[in-house]
């Protein structure tokens, strides 16, 4: 068999084969007439609409969204038609919906429930943006893989959204950083990962970026399939890069980009058409406060890993454009570089990018990562799972990470007071 990646990849996807799957009946038997998996995502204006997304077993044939505004069930309330698709993994077809409800009042909340026109979910609700919002906050994961040690499965997830929730249930949205699931390819990996997240995501939008896990099959690596066909996101990327994104949410500008080139190089150079959307994607933007997220980090922890590629690609231009603070995740550990630009320490935070790793959600720890040159900050969370809670204000944006259980490990803030225009660099 001729194989396409380096010894490193290999290994590491062979070792994963011989990891056992958490087993299916843990998330349940798998799909059901009743819609499972309901998860908020936008694919429009936070403000005005709202995209629903949920999954059933293949006897369902249509699907609805019933909503109003108000927090009573949305009984005999208008509904919206949802469009419909198969999706297959190793555990059968099962069939998804997705709708996208448009012209909702600003700064309003709505209830809604989603199934047949028979069979209804669980009432939630949802709240759009005020397009006048100046002070907000927002939830961060990191890797929320599966480990070994969890049990069940997944629980070390369940445990850090839902405390992260509960503590935050005035958070706007989330950001997942890549790799939620441990393997991409497999549905129990899914509906666990699904289960664990209900009453969250069915709650605040979640607007993922992919990691390399997401990529990983049986035994080669692709482009992530599940995640792309089980969120639905806005289609504002680079043609053929539908895991890369762009959304605003008040004065706060999100660019999701993928930094997988090591796991699809077999499609060609996927960091070129990026990194050309970028430049046109954030010189567009008036936005005040500018982000970017993806997997692996730039400025990252571990002591085997330099993401040289990814670094030279990406930096140059998110540094041009005054990106404020940089996701990624991958190295499992949490650290904070002092401000960044041009891979030069500089001493405010209006003359560089902050680059940070945020740790991990879910269980998977490592032992083999450091602090390194740039850091001002490095945590080992070996014993913890841990989330960030972005508060964006008008002149500051403060991140405070948090152990699961809510003891604050670090805390920075962005001075917006200062910084300079993006032709000043
Ligand atoms: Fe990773």
Partial sequence: MKYRHSPAVLVLLL????????PADVAGSGATPVPDHITLTWTGDPATSITISWRTDTSVTA??????????IPHGAPQVKAEARDFSTDLGTSRL????????APNRQYSYRVGDGN?????????????????????????????LNDNPPYLPWRNTVHNAYNANPDARFMINVGDLVDWGQRGAHWNAWFAAAKGVIDRIPIMPASGNHESYGSRDTMRPKFWTEQFTLPRNGPD?????????????????????????KQYGDILKPQVEWLEADLKASKATWKIAVFHRPPYGVHIKRNEKEIREAFCPVLEKYGVDIVFGAHDHGIARTYPVRNGARMQRTSEGTIYYVVG????????????KELHAFFHNPVDHPNYLVVNVGEKQMTVRVMKQDGTLIDTFSVDKKKRSRPTDY
């Fill in 63 to 72: 699907g609805f969204v019933q909503y109003q505004p108000g927090n009573a």
């Fill in 119 to 147: 069979r209804w979910s669980e009432m939630r609700s949802f709240s759009t943006a005020d397009p006048k919002i100046r002070s907000f906050k927002f939830l961060v994961f990191g890797d929320s893989q599966w480990h």
């Fill in 97 to 104: 919906f997705s709708a996208t409800l448009v012209n909702l």
């Fill in 240 to 264: 053929g890069h539908s895991n890369v994104y762009s959304f605003d949410y008040g004065p706060l500008h999100v660019v999701v980009l993928d930094s997988q080139q090591e796991e699809q």
């Fill in 15 to 22: 070792a994963l084969t011989l990891l056992p799957a958490p």
């Fill in 360 to 371: 991990h959600s879910g269980g998977k720890v490592y032992k083999d990562i450091e602090k």
